[in-house]
Each structure stands twice: as C-alpha cells, then as structure tokens.
C-alpha cells in the first residue's frame, strides 16, 4: 500500500511533465485553453461542471463550461488536466504578509488615522510564493491589532511585480480593533475607553465626510477646510470599502455590531471572529455585517472544558456565509485551506467551508465583480488541484493569477 | 392575547439557556422577549414573601405584560394565563445589587479622571458574573466602575439576561463613581487636588463658553461687545445649549446640575456613588457634594471603617451601600486586642437607608446576598430589615423602588421562586422571573447539575 502511493507521488508529476512542455513553448497564443476535469464554479447557481474547458485571454476569464459546448479558438494553447479540479483563487480576508512584516504596527497613538498599509506592499516577497503554492490569488494586507485603529488596507494580488499590477483596491479596508490586543496599549487601557476613543475618533472622520457632503450638494457655500488624514475616511462613509474588525470573544463582536454596524452604519467585516464570537451569530444574522473567521477554526471552551469548533458554531447558529482568513503569518498563508479543513474537523461542511475560502470572502470585500468564481469577465485567478482544497490530502499544483502561471510545481518545487 | 405565542417565547428562554450552557457555558444569554410580548403568568399556591406588606402563607401573584397585577389569596386566576404551581415553595422579590464593577473586563481604567466614560462600552453579556447572579437570585444589578479611580464613568442598571446591553438595560446609570480615598498610587493630597482641579476646569469650561455664545448671539444681533468678560460670562449663561457642550464634559456637567442661580444645563441629571473607604472621607464628601451641587443625588459607598463617622453619615442622611465584608475588626496597637464590629447592626440603628452588597469572592457563601441578610438577623437586625437591604432598598438608593424591591401590583414581574424561606442557608434558588418572563429554572441549569450530580463510572475525574 505504502509503495503504491509512493510510486503514485511519483508518477504525478511526470504526467504532469508531458503537459507542460508544450505550454512553455507557445509563446504566440492568443489565450490558453484549460482542459480539466471538474471545475467548482462558486457562481450564483453553484454549478459544478465535470469534464469542462476554461478559457482564459488578456488576464480574464473568457468562456467556462462542459467541454462539448466550448469552441477552443484556433490559436489557443491547450492545457490539459484531465483529472484535475480547477477551483476558484483563494480570497484571505485578514493577512499581514503581503508586505513587509517589520512595518506590522505602528503603535503610535491608540487610534492612528493616518497610516495606510499601500506603503509596505512587497510583491513577490517569499510569503507571497509560499501563498501562491497554496492556491491562494488575493489577500486583504491589514496593519496589525496593536493598536484600536491601525491604518488602511490594501487588497493585493499574490501575483504581479509592480504596484500597480498587484493592487485591487487602496484603501482595501479600514483595520479597527476594538479590543483583543490594544489593552497592553502603554501601561493598559481598558474597554470603556478603548470604545469611547475609537468613537470619538469616527465621530470627527465622519463629521469631517458630512461637511464635504453638504457642500458638495450646495446645501452650505462654506468650503470645508481639506485635511488629508480625514479625507481618506470619506469612502468609509460612502460605503465605498469596510472597515475589518479584529475581534474576537462575545463582547467585541456585540460592541461592533453596535457602534461600527448599527450606530455608524459602517460597512462591517468581522474577521478573526475568533474564540467564543461564534456566540453572537443571533446578533449578526439580525445585521448587515459579514462574517470571516481565522486564525483557528476551534478554540478549547474553559467553562464547558471542551474543543468547540467556532466554524461549525457560526454554521449551525445561523451565519451560513462565513469566510475563513489565516492571519498569516499566524497561521501561514498556504494553510488557508488547512484552517477550513479544521473547520470542518470540528463539525463544518466542506463545500460552505470551500465558498468560505473563495466566494464569501470575496463578497465580503466587495471585490466579487472580479474574484472569486469562475465566470466569463472575471479575473483569471484560479488554482489546479489534486481533489478538493478542503481535503488535506489535496494539493495545488499550478496557481494562475490574473491569466499568468504564477506557481507550478513542475517547474519548481512547492517552497513549504 | 395571543397565548401560544408568549408561552413559547417564555419557554424558548428557557431552552436558549439549556442551549447556550450546553453549546457554550453561558447562561445569560438567552434572548429577553425579542419576539412575542411577555405574557401573563400565575404564580399559584406559594408562599409569599411581599417585603412591602404583611406575608401570605398561601397565595396568589398575577403579572401581566411584565408588570404584577394582583397579589393575593384566591385570585381569579386569567384562563390565558401560564400557571407555575409553587405551592410548597416562598416566592421573593429578585434581589437587587446597589453597585457592582462584574461583567465589566476591568474594574476600573487606569487613568484617574474619566467621567465621559460609560460601562455601556464595557459590559459582557457572555460573562460568568451574569450567570452567577441568576443563579444566586439577582435579577436587577447596577453595573459601575470600581473605587479604584478619582471620578470613572457612568455606570447601568441591567438584568443579567440578555444578548446585548441595550437589551439587558433597565435604566441608564443614574450615577458616575467618584473616590475620595486615594486610587493607587495617589495620597488624599493628590486625591483631592486632582477633584478640586476637575471641577475648577469644569467651571472655567463653562464661563468661556457662555462667553463665547454671548459674543456669537451679539455678532447674530449686529451688535457691537458691550460688556467685559465677567459680565459676559454671566449674561451668556443663559444662552448655553445641551449640544454645546462636549462629551468631555457633559457627565460633569450633568452631574453638576445648576451651576448659577439661574443656569441650568438643560441635560439630564446624574448622581454620584461616592466612595469613602475610611471614616475621614465622610467630610470631604460630603463638602465636595455640597459646594458642587450633587449633594441630593449622592450615594455613600462605605468602606470597613466608616462606620466610625456614622454622627457625620447620618447628619448628611444620604444612602449608604455596605461593603460587602460586614464585620471591621480593630486591633489595638499596644495590646493586640481585637474588637469586632457588625457594621449592619450600626447603619440599621442609624436609621440611614442602608443596602448589602454580595461578596467578592465566589468561593464563600457571602456571594449570596441572602445569606448576608441571614448573618444580619443572626446579628440582631430586624427582619425585615435586613431583607429589605437586598431588595428595597437598594431598589430606592437606584431611584427605582416604584418598580422593584417588593411584589405588590404596580411592579415588575421579578421573582424568585425559593424553595424554603428566604434566610435558610438551606433554602436554593429554584426559579427566577424577571419582567414575568420564566429566565431560569435550577433542574435546567446545566452547571448546576454538573456540580450536584454524580458522574458516570469512569468519568468522575475533573481535570
């Protein structure tokens, strides 16, 4: 038995060998043509498609569907994976490797306005490779929860060697904490301030927004005085990206629903979501929030002294679209996958676990136009794999980022 | 009267604790009528233990929509109405706990002054202090700041039930914390000058921004500054809005209340729970409640030795909430002689309104409350006083003696069902209703079986 799977390990990637060759050598092709053996759509229907031909030009998704139906263009190159799952890239909510991770905290002030993660975006950095071997094509980078209020995000492709390539979207999010880190602040700050700063802090952002408001539709003549801290607030008001929630144990998951959801209105991502935060889910299916859950997908409950698994709790309570984010480098960035996995060890389902990795998280950052299924018009951001991700036994072995091969473990080794 | 409905609303409280407990050891949670009104409920045949009134051996309580409707033998009892039979059983009024800093991540926050503070950002719903009262029969606490500052934030009065604080709030805290003995690392000196320094800031505050409203109302009017400053400050005064004031200082200000003869904030009065933890805090209280204006809506919050300014406490005649160490001993520095004092026997001779507090430490059977007011009778206090210091009367330190405290009709439907009189340390709590609605039931506590039953073969061990 054992040599069977050993000569298997090592029959795969020959096969693999004789594919890719051919790919290497098409230079001219004016798209490529991938030939797989089942694709895990994420799209609205959940459609799973057996046998299917996925063509991708110029960076996007062109055509998907059964192999029967879809005309492969002449000048096409012809990837064949026959066996293989092709499955949407990986989405990370909640990730601090795709940028220098000596620039994690600025621990300046307890709420810091004006900091913004775009400034420490390392492509291709050896976290960004480690990322790509795991099938993992987008990553939210967030400052860290040192401190109540960070700085912005910055949604970042794990493919690309310029900024401009890798950037989705500055600012990405605004990273907030209201608690679970911030209280070793100095000498210890304690949640009752730690929330009326936080406020306090919004309060004047968002006055600031108002004001712009008003005189953009001409309802003052008073021009607002410009001021460049505030003025980064303004899409938060809009809407226009969430803020992500550190937060973790029932009290900061209710204080966030509360003042960031409910009395600000802000759009909301929870993630980390960690430890007992699951217990709130009756308070997040009432709201507009979304909810994304990592590092760890269980945490070991002091008071009824066993493992509870919080996917699994947020699941059966109600929050039946959760993410799952790492955190990395808490948790690696190529163990996404690993973390739904756990999830589910603990009593989740596999495939709201794999829509958990993909489309949820997607959604959650408003970057679905673009990621997070396979559709025609999205981007070409998707993963080869030996079976289902969620199977821990499964491994990716070619990641495509926006239509370029940004991984191939026949080229060089997975580097983890 | 929709009756399936709000019996099943009270019953899913019920089972949501049963849950919770089971999924995740949490017992305060379950969900305080989010759907359905509360319903009418009887509690039938038990014996009743009013505080306000003579006791029933064998009666009746009536409570619709939350609130008691009749008390009495024989009632006619509503064919709509869920009917708990607790014949064989005393039925008390929920206990209520004059201040406590539980539920709360930290007791108090580091910095010294801190009035724009409010434990609404702090309370967790999801902490063993809820559960804990439940079980001991609390179903009213006031949630606020420890001692261990100059002037904390506002506190709350909450059930210990709910998902989220706006649905455990009875009341918004009609009170900020404020310590004459020393926070740590503070002397009186510094103590002192640091409240003194707080108000004189609140003052100053005050006159530049009646200043500043008398220039803008003149600069509105077109007219030229006719006054010096200090009249300005006094003729501005009156042109003070609530929202001019920011949240710095508003609970100063509210706390304040008049500031002028003629000025008041038009903002919603706060008191002061004011801690003296020695006797000589007594007079320094009780001259910075007067010279500021709180001297009407301010609580003692006694430490051991403070019963030894009791001529000044009762001279002041403001409420009193024990500590909840009820015996100060005393030990002569020459012959090492200790003298032991029952402080509830002093403060229920004073005639002061006086409250007990629950202990600290969960280990000891003072965290009961009930036990407190036993150790009181034993001691040679009233009955019925020593059950109004948990219900009553910290029901009337709260402001809130028109809906707790006792069971008469008028009130909030908080009950506890005890399965003998109210001062046997035998006696367990069996059923707890708050605003009629069934939130705890002792065989549906899964701690509690944890803790009472005996473990399976092979399964006794706890790590």
């Known amino acids: ?416 | 009267m929709n009756r399936g409905k709000s019996t099943r609303a009270s019953w899913r409280c019920v089972a949501g604790a049963a849950i919770g407990a089971m999924l995740g050891g949490m017992l305060a949670l379950p969900a305080m009528a989010r759907d359905g009104e509360p319903e009418r409920v009887a509690l039938t045949g038990g014996r009743i233990v009013p505080v306000v009134g003579a006791e029933i051996a064998r009666g009746d309580i009536l409570i619709e929509h939350g609130k008691i409707t009749a008390v009495g033998e024989k009632l006619e009892i509503p064919y709509d109405a869920r009917v708990l039979d607790v014949s064989g059983k005393t039925v008390f009024p929920g206990l209520v706990v004059a201040q406590t800093p539980r539920g709360l991540d930290v007791p108090n926050e580091m910095r010294p002054v801190t009035p724009f503070l409010d434990v609404y950002d702090a309370i967790d719903p999801s902490q063993m202090a809820f559960e804990e009262m439940l079980r001991s029969g609390v179903t009213t606490a006031h949630v606020i700041v420890g001692a261990n500052c100059v002037i904390g934030g506002v506190g709350r009065i909450v059930r210990p039930v709910g998902l989220s604080v706006d649905e455990m709030t009875v009341a918004a805290g009609p009170a900020l914390r404020i310590s004459i003995t020393p926070k740590g690392g503070y002397d009186r000196l510094l103590q002192m000058a640091t409240l003194r320094e707080t108000f004189a800031e609140l003052n100053d505050y005050l006159e530049r921004l009646a200043e500043k409203r008398y220039e803008e109302d003149l600069e509105q009017k077109k007219k030229k500054l006719d006054v010096g400053p200090a009249e300005a400050r006094q003729r501005g005064r009156e042109l003070v809005r609530a929202d001019d004031i920011d949240d710095q200082h508003r609970n100063l200000v509210r706390l304040r209340g008049e500031v002028g003869a003629a000025y008041r904030p038009p903002i919603g009065r706060l008191g002061a729970f004011v801690y003296c933890g020695q006797a000589m805090d007594v007079g320094p209280a009780v001259k910075l409640a007067k010279e500021y204006g709180f001297f009407d809506r301010m609580v003692i919050s006694a430490g051991g030795e403070t019963f030894k300014a009791l001529a000044e406490l009762k001279s002041a005649a403001r409420p009193v909430v024990l500590p909840p160490e009820l015996i100060y001993r005393d030990v002569d520095p020459i012959t090492g002689k200790v003298t032991e004092t029952f402080l509830p026997s002093r403060y229920a001779e004073s005639g002061l309104l006086w409250a007990l507090l629950p202990g600290e430490d969960a280990s000891l059977p003072e965290r009961f409350m009930t036990y407190q007011a036993a150790r009181c009778v034993r001691n040679g206090v009233a009955r019925d006083e020593a059950l109004r210091a948990i219900t009553l009367n910290p029901a009337k330190i709260l402001g809130l003696d028109a809906r707790l405290g006792s069971i008469e009709a008028g009130k909030d439907g908080n009950l506890i069902v005890l399965s003998g009189d109210p001062l046997d340390f035998n006696t367990q709590v069996e059923q707890v209703l708050i605003e009629g609605m069934l939130v705890y039931e002792r065989w549906n506590d899964p701690r509690m079986k944890r803790l009472t039953e005996s473990a399976p073969a092979g399964q006794g061990e706890r790590p």
């Open chain 1, 1 to 416: 038995m054992r040599g069977l799977r050993a000569a298997a390990l090592l029959l795969s990637p020959l096969c693999l060998l004789a594919a890719s060759p051919r790919a290497a050598l098409a230079g001219e092709a004016a798209g490529v043509a991938y030939r797989v053996g089942k694709v895990i759509t994420m799209d609205k229907s959940d459609a799973v498609i057996n046998g299917a031909v996925v063509l991708v030009a110029g960076g996007k998704i062109e055509a998907v569907g059964p192999a029967a139906s879809v005309r492969i263009p002449e000048n096409y190159r012809v990837v064949e994976f026959p066996d293989r799952w092709l499955v949407p890239g990986l989405v990370d909510c909640h990730n601090h490797i795709a940028g220098s991770l000596g620039d994690l905290n600025d621990s300046v002030y307890l709420t810091n306005p004006g900091l913004n993660s775009r400034q420490t975006v390392e492509p291709n950095n050896d976290n960004v490779k480690n990322a790509r071997g795991g099938g993992v094509t987008s990553a939210l980078l967030i400052p860290g929860s040192g401190t109540n209020m960070s700085g912005f995000g910055t949604i970042c492709k794990m493919g690309g060697d310029s900024l401009s390539e890798v950037i989705v979207r500055s600012p990405g999010s605004l990273k907030i904490a209201q608690a679970g880190n911030p209280e070793w602040y100095w000498v210890g700050v304690g949640r009752s301030f730690m929330n009326w700063n936080t406020r306090q802090t919004l309060e004047k952002a968002r006055d600031y927004n108002e004001r712009w408001e008003q005189f953009d539709k001409g309802e003052t003549k008073e021009k607002p005085e410009f001021n460049p801290i505030w003025d980064q607030f303004r899409g938060l008001f809009r809407r226009e990206f969430p803020v992500s929630v550190h937060s973790q144990g029932y009290q900061l998951l209710m204080t966030t629903i509360d003042m960031l959801a409910k009395k600000l209105k802000l759009w909301v991502v929870l993630d980390h979501s960690e430890f007992d935060g699951w217990k709130t889910a009756a308070l997040v299916k009432d709201s507009d929030v979304f909810t994304v859950q990592g590092p760890r997908s269980y945490h070991f409950e002091r008071t009824c002294r066993k493992m509870i698994g919080n996917a699994a709790g947020w699941y059966y309570n109600g929050v039946t679209e959760l993410g799952i984010n790492t955190d990395s480098p808490v948790v690696p960035q190529e163990e996404l996958t690993l973390q739904a996995a756990l999830g589910c060890w603990y009593g989740w389902l596999p495939y709201p676990a794999l829509r958990g990795v993909t489309i949820v998280p997607a959604r959650a950052l408003g970057i679905d136009q673009r990621v997070g299924s396979i559709e025609a018009g999205k981007d070409a951001d998707f993963g080869i794999w030996t079976g289902d991700p969620i199977d821990p036994r499964s491994a990716c072995l070619l990641t495509v980022v926006n239509g370029k091969v940004v991984y191939d473990v026949n080229k060089k080794p997975r580097p983890f």
